[in-house]
């Protein structure tokens, strides 16, 4: 089947942001610089300081709003560790 292509840029930055995502969860890096379990968004003091509702966010699967919540997740630990 013939490919799509008016829509290629948009489609590339996607697969970028998807692998973006991907990297992060299987990182045993937290982007705090601690280590984490490869599998979870976030290390333990990290996803601990979250109120709940956001750490419930980072259950959802990529693609399916795990970006927008890890995005807001690391926007507000970054607000609240200065
Ligand atoms: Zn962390």
Redesign the pocket.
């Known amino acids: 089947m013939k490919k799509e292509l008016s829509r290629r840029g948009a489609e590339t930055q996607k697969v970028k942001d998807f692998f973006f995502y991907v990297g992060e969860l299987e990182s045993e890096e ?5 280590n ?1 379990q490869s599998g979870k968004a ?2 333990f ?3 601990r300081d979250l109120p709940f509702d956001m750490r419930n966010g980072l259950y959802q699967q990529i693609g399916n709003g795990f970006e927008a919540a890890y995005d807001a997740a690391v926007k507000y ?1 970054e607000a609240v560790n200065g």
């Open positions: 937290c982007f705090c610089g601690r984490k976030l290390c003091k990290c996803f630990l």
